[in-house]
């Protein structure tokens, strides 16, 4: 898979792709065999501070090399063709990116032509680009009396502006107040109109709630987890967490055709009938676990994250 | 045929077409480089900037042209006078213009250098530069073009001002003038090309290690005068047996050292001169100056990224 040509994919081929992905700088390690595949659509990127997910964005954008293994998006291997890439690649910093002297229609602008748009077209994308974003009456504005969340949305313009495939948002909704955050995840949630796929760091887990449908949890440079966010399917979800180990109950459940996901304690079972709880019954009575807590599949994406490090951990 | 649906919205208009998809053209690496080099231009030029941004980059480069405008009048004055005046002696032609100009010329390149370079890395935007299909190579390439292609015409406009004004007033006739004086099509740039190769990479050298413009633009200045001083005095003083060498260290020297040389006029009063030097030296001091510096600031910005 990491192997294949630009632009032959099924839909559903990862968009990005990692094996055994390791990352040092110096003694300090990064990332560590990190093996991730991340489908088309909105995905959240998850993790604490130095969990790894900087690194993981500069390394798709081959701006630094891996120590080890292999990092391909659309199947393209980065050590292949990063400037080729990066043509159809957004970035949006988490840090400052803006010159202050600039207006944002001539920085949109330019950031179009750096990835190649001829200068007439970028100009005219630039416009449309400002105006999804909230900005269109701002945009003669010199960026340097931009407010903090008006700030916020040109660099998101510029990320879009060429119409990339994909989009890195490294903590997108950063400093900003309740309103604007909401606002600029109205706006990353229209991206899937626009057939863009977006990988969304964020240490805000109720904003990729909000907002993604697949989420990536980092941890110390170890990927916790990589799985929907919303498991598909229309039966019942049900969460089971157990007082011991979680593995009879996974065996059982999956001996019964059930698909079972879970993190640390916590056993998570996509039932296909109309009443999943009989068949988590009848699998925890197979099983012989305890149960600690049971219910429909209502946990909070942080107790799913603090479930897995705790797992992690030990 | 029935009739197009169209028609009859063709009153409608559309107001705004929204956010597409590109289908278009990418112009890839080159387009990109293309696009820094129109942007720094734009920047140092105070183009799309607020007034203020563009007084101090016009203020010289009014200097320079008014200097060669004044002394075309001054051409014209002289010819039309009952006697015959032989100006060149007492005002500064092709390679004299370049004295008369220098410190202008210094201050416009301490001032672009900084402004092309310091900016983009004291505001986080090169992280935007190096998301695009842009390598480190490709930015500094693209800045150095476009610094040179400020100061050389800086440097050139004015001349070619010059030439063409003493054209049209010259006695033998407009065409006669141009056709007697073509070695001017080859010193003038060369000995500008010089200048820029001794200004512009100390300048693009302090631009990328310092991280406020201001200071960076003293710094240019102070370093090149600083150092004429420093050789100056082990010249005077003599304090050690090496001295002679010391003499290398006026930078701000050697381009007008190389200049008499291309103009073939007799040696002026440089310090590297004045110790015993050829103008060959000058020039391998100003070729050895911009090797340094293009190393120096590739290691900086390899280091940076």
């Known amino acids: 898979m990491i192997d294949g040509p630009t632009g032959q994919r099924h839909a559903d081929s990862p968009i990005i792709e990692t094996r055994d992905l390791h990352k040092h700088f110096g003694q300090v390690r990064a990332l560590a065999g990190v093996d991730l595949k991340v489908p088309p659509g909105i995905t959240g990127l998850v993790g604490a501070n130095g969990a790894g997910k900087t690194t993981l964005i500069r390394l798709l954008l081959g701006l630094t090399a891996p120590t080890s293994g292999e990092v391909a998006v659309f199947g393209t291997p980065v050590s292949r063709d990063a400037a080729g890439l990066r043509a159809r690649i957004g970035y949006m910093p988490e840090g400052r990116c803006l010159p202050l002297d600039q207006t944002a229609a001539d920085f949109v602008a330019y950031a179009a032509e750096l990835a190649g748009i001829p200068p007439a077209e970028a100009r005219r994308r630039a416009s449309e680009t400002l105006f999804l974003v909230g900005l269109h009456e701002e945009r003669f504005r010199y960026l340097g009396d931009f407010s903090t969340g008006m700030q916020q949305r040109v660099k998101l313009a510029q990320s879009i502006v060429h119409d990339p495939r994909l989009v890195l948002l490294d903590e997108p909704a950063s400093g900003l107040d309740p309103a604007g955050r909401d606002q600029m995840l109205e706006v990353i949630d229209r991206f899937r109109g626009f057939g863009m796929n977006v990988l969304f760091s964020s240490h805000l887990l109720e904003d990729i709630e909000q907002t993604c449908d697949w989420v990536v949890m980092l941890d110390g440079g170890r990927l916790l987890r990589s799985a929907p966010l919303d498991p598909p399917g229309d039966g019942t979800a049900v969460s089971v967490e157990v007082f011991d180990d979680p593995l009879p109950l996974v065996a059982a459940l999956t001996a019964r055709g059930i698909e079972v996901t879970y993190a640390g304690r916590v056993v998570t079972a996509m039932s296909s009938s109309e009443d999943g709880f009989v068949e988590v019954r009848d699998a925890l009575a197979a099983s012989g676990s305890s149960v600690r807590a049971m219910g429909t599949d209502l946990r909070s994406l942080e107790d799913v994250f603090m479930a897995a490090t705790k797992e992690s951990n030990g | 045929m ?27 690496r080159r387009g990109a480089m293309a696009a820094v080099v129109k942007e720094g231009y734009r920047r140092v030029l105070g183009l799309r900037r607020k007034a203020k941004r563009k007084l101090f980059p016009w203020t010289l480069i009014a200097l320079a042209l008014g200097s060669a405008a004044v002394l075309v009048a001054i051409e014209w004055v002289s010819s039309s006078l009952p006697i015959s005046l032989d100006t060149s002696d007492l005002f500064p032609r092709y390679s004299g213009y370049f004295d008369f100009i ?8 301490a001032f672009a250098g900084p402004q092309l370079l310091v900016p983009d890395r004291t505001q986080g935007v090169l992280n935007v530069y190096f998301s695009r299909p842009l390598g480190v190579r ?3 390439v693209a800045k ?17 001002l010059l030439h063409l004004g003493y054209a049209a007033l010259s006695p033998a006739g407009f065409l006669s003038y141009l056709g007697g004086t073509t070695d001017i099509l080859w010193k003038v740039p060369a000995a500008a090309l010089v200048y820029f190769a001794m ?5 693009f050298l302090v631009a990328s ?13 102070a370093v090149l005068l600083g150092l004429n001083l420093v050789a100056l005095l082990f010249q005077e003083v003599g304090l050690a047996p090496g001295t002679k060498w010391t003499s290398l260290l006026a930078l701000e020297q050697h381009p007008r050292f190389v200049r008499d040389w291309i103009f073939d006029l007799e040696a002026s009063i440089t310090i590297p001169a004045q110790a015993g030097f050829g103008p060959e030296a000058s020039l391998m001091v100003v070729i050895g100056c911009a090797v340094v510096s293009v190393l120096l600031v590739g290691w900086r910005y390899r280091r940076l990224t």
């Open chain 2, 102 to 109: 220098s410190n202008v010329a210094l201050l416009f390149a």
């Open chain 2, 138 to 140: 490709d930015y500094l």
């Open chain 2, 209 to 221: 290690f310092v991280n406020r413009v201001g200071a960076a633009a003293a710094g240019i200045v």
């Open chain 2, 144 to 160: 150095a073009a476009t610094f040179a292609a400020v100061i050389l015409s800086f440097w050139l406009v004015p001349q070619i």
């Open chain 2, 2 to 28: 029935a009739e197009s649906p169209v028609s009859s919205h063709d009153s409608a208009i559309i107001l705004d077409r929204g956010y597409r998809s590109y289908h278009g053209p990418r112009t890839g």
């Open chain 2, 199 to 203: 200004h512009g990479s100390l300048a």
